[in-house]
């Protein structure tokens, strides 16, 4: 069969079902599609079509992704297979273990194919804080694809992958969805286990999927949410099925336009777009209406005293004894600990270290860490009294603009920080939300919107989602590559 | 407040991160302009004086399991990404002066 790269997983299982390929066509599909393109798009850190060969032919017998090959971030362990987080100082390690979304995966019959590019540590929103090279968006090389889960997204986007998973701290899933033109997905914090997610900010952290639409993210969700005794962080809340919430059926579903996000900076083309959006859910029955989350102009500053101050604490484990690079020479050990993670770590990570560590120091932890604390609880507060008042989500564009050039905001790191301005709140509070293509500039970029939903709510949002995208064809566009 | 590259030389010692000198008046520029835009938290202190802090999206309560015994990771499979090792043990430089 022809072009099994640019089919969905949901197209690919009722294929599978109905005997009419095999998973070893898919895979070599999508190997030889991604050798003609990813020279250009470069989103694989690394691909094996041999491993991925092998492991289709070893699938268990059944399951719900049975022979559906998954491209996975860099920062999600692998037993045995290479995971840097797109770092030196990770140079070689190869993890002892799975982390539960990839054992769930492989238990459903998923074949792990491709390690996804992404910022060092999940720390950047454009993919060139990679230290491997940047990532580039498929519909435009000359820009970023967004991130940190860039190589994620530009590898679904370019029909190199038919699902992915990435991870979403303040915007990583669905930025970089929204700027690459796919649907992503960040889960209620807790829904999915953290375990083998190598650790940025654990408070704000969560795995999650990108998808070529709405179904295919439901369905990965489905596989990879659930409580994990392994991570004391995740949720005993059952896992429901997400297709089922897939019914059209938004009649009278209260949607929330949030004041505070329509406001200087938002590109112009990206207001249209959501603008119109609005339009297609009030035609299918929705009620709009204004709601306010007053704290959103602090979201930033909390977000970056708080997810450095936990990456700086986190990232202390790379000191060059158990794992990853070690420094040549050193004299002694604290000449081994400072100069392997001055060599090993990449500027951005070395910035956020300081930054993180600054907060936390003597002297500055109650004018800093302490008030960010504060004021994430009125972040919180903000959501819970929306969804407290009967609105079933919340409707925002994912990124104030369209993906901008390599290299326009490198030098300059609180721009780049404030391109999460629209995602990163839904992390301080813990809600899910996902992102989905709305529409394109004049030049053809991708323009993406963002619902948010109440707790463990991701069935309500993919409910709303798939509704829109059953009224609009913005997912089934294709880069020309 | 500002930060002055002295500063920031004993933050990386803190957090025992060797920088060029390049790397800290790069970063003493750029966290100077962080934390200004940060600062906006603090010229509306009244705005969160009487908020809880919040450590984590959900109530924290201890997720107790029954004490079993499981395998664990042999010394082998921990020991294989070391950088250096000796025996059963990593191998590091000297901690103890003579």
């Known amino acids: 069969m022809e072009n099994l790269y640019s089919f969905t997983a949901c197209e690919l299982l009722d294929l599978l079902d109905r005997k009419s390929v095999r998973p070893e066509e898919i895979i070599d599909s999508i190997y030889s599609r991604s050798q003609s393109v990813d020279a250009k798009i470069k989103g694989y850190i690394r691909l094996d079509r041999d491993a991925a060969i092998g492991r289709a032919s070893r699938l268990p017998t059944s399951g719900r992704l049975r022979g559906v090959p998954v491209a996975i971030k860099d920062n999600i362990c692998i037993e045995g297979e290479l995971t840097t987080c797109a770092s030196r100082i990770l140079d070689g390690f190869k993890p002892p273990y799975d982390a539960t979304v990839i054992d769930k995966l492989k238990s459903e019959g998923a074949v792990i194919f491709g390690r996804a590019n992404m910022d060092e540590f999940a720390f950047g929103s454009s993919c060139e804080n990679s230290a491997y090279f940047p990532t580039l968006n498929p519909w435009d090389v000359s820009r970023i694809p967004g991130g940190s889960s860039g190589g994620s997204a530009a590898v679904v986007a370019a029909d190199e992958a038919i699902v992915a998973l990435g991870s979403d701290t303040g915007g990583s899933i669905r930025q970089p969805a929204a700027l690459c033109g796919v649907v992503g997905m960040k889960p209620t914090y807790g829904r999915v286990s953290r375990y083998g997610l190598i650790a940025f900010a654990s408070s704000l952290d969560q795995i999650g999927p990108l998808a070529k639409d709405v179904r295919d993210a439901a369905l990965m ?6 409580y994990d005794p392994k991570d004391s962080t995740s949720v005993n809340v059952p896992v429901p099925d997400y297709v ?14 949030p004041t505070e996000y329509f406001v200087g900076g938002l590109d112009s083309e990206v207001d249209s777009a959501i603008k119109q959006a609005i339009e297609v859910f009030k035609g299918k029955g929705a009620r709009v209406s204004e709601v306010s989350l007053p704290h959103t102009e602090y979201a930033v500053s909390v977000y970056y005293i708080l997810a450095t101050a936990e990456a700086s604490s986190n990232l202390a484990r790379f000191d060059g004894v158990q794992y990853g690079y070690r420094c040549k020479d050193p004299v002694n050990v604290l000449d081994m600990y400072e100069r392997t993670r001055g060599e090993g770590f990449g500027a951005e990570a070395k910035r956020r270290i300081i930054l993180g560590t600054y907060v936390l120091s003597s002297g500055y932890y109650d004018a800093y860490y302490l008030k960010a604390q504060k004021v994430r609880r009125l972040i919180k507060e903000d959501f819970e ?9 919340i409707l925002t564009p994912t990124s104030p603009t369209p993906a901008f050039k390599l290299g326009e905001r490198a030098a300059d790191p609180l721009s780049m920080y404030l391109s999460d301005i629209f995602t990163i709140s839904v992390n301080l509070a813990g809600v899910p939300a996902l992102s989905l293509p709305c529409g394109f500039t004049g030049s053809g970029l991708p323009i993406g919107m963002q619902l948010i939903g109440g707790f463990f709510e991701e069935g309500k949002l993919f409910r709303m989602a798939h509704a829109y995208e059953s009224s609009t064809d913005w997912h089934k566009r294709s880069p020309r590559l | 407040m500002s930060i002055k590259e002295d500063k920031i030389k004993y933050v990386a010692r803190l957090a025992r991160l060797k920088l060029t000198d390049e790397e800290v008046a790069l970063f003493a520029r750029q966290l100077d302009g962080i934390l200004g835009y940060v600062d906006k938290l603090n010229e509306r202190l009244d705005v969160a004086k009487d908020a809880v802090p919040m450590s984590h999206p959900h109530a924290a309560s201890n997720p107790f399991r029954e004490d079993e015994v499981r395998g664990s990771a042999s010394s082998e499979t921990v020991l294989a990404n070391a950088p250096q090792k ?10 103890i002066e003579e």
């Open chain 2, 86 to 95: 000796k025996g059963d043990f990593f191998k590091v430089p000297r901690i």
């Open chain 1, 385 to 393: 009294k929306v969804f407290n008042a009967g609105f079933d989500c």
């Open chain 1, 244 to 257: 089922s919430f897939l019914d059209g059926n938004i009649k009278g579903a209260k949607i929330g336009i």
């Open chain 1, 221 to 226: 969700l489905g596989v990879i949410a659930g």
